[in-house]
């Protein structure tokens, strides 16, 4: 009768052991689907943010206008008329600063912040960015803003488009 026992905790044992093996196997693909899950809602919540802020600029015409002729001649707008831009920007740049954060986490794909820097690459020589970042880099964290900076003094080349484009003087509001 022991060493029937035996046998039978002997076996209860290997039939425990193995149950652990394979609750310890589905969790781990548990964390990998989780891992993608997070990295992907991310990844829609960053772009969500970033394509809301274009849109609602966008869509309203005298903010785009005083937002593009503060990146290309901030004198040229009256004092009282510089915060709009300058909330916008900083919106912007809260974003980004998010985005850049969430990459150096792992939450993010790094391709997703890229396509995001192309945003600063695109008026990095606008002197109303030039002055937006001057004013308000150091509001920033510290590793976000050497980021920055390193856009801001790369020769990249930035595809043209609206940037390069679009004249405020003779566009009547339209591009």
Known sequence: MKYKLKNIALIAEIFGGVAILITLIFVGFQFRENTKATRSATATATIASMSSWYSNLGNNQQSSM?????????????QEQRLQPIFNLHATFLLLQNGYLLVQDGTLDPSIQESLAQAIKGVRDQPGMLLYWKLRRSIFMEEFQIYVDEILQSTDEVPEGIYNEFDIENSGGTN
């Open 66 to 78: 005083l937002f593009w002729k503060f990146l290309t001649a901030p004198d040229s707008v009256p």
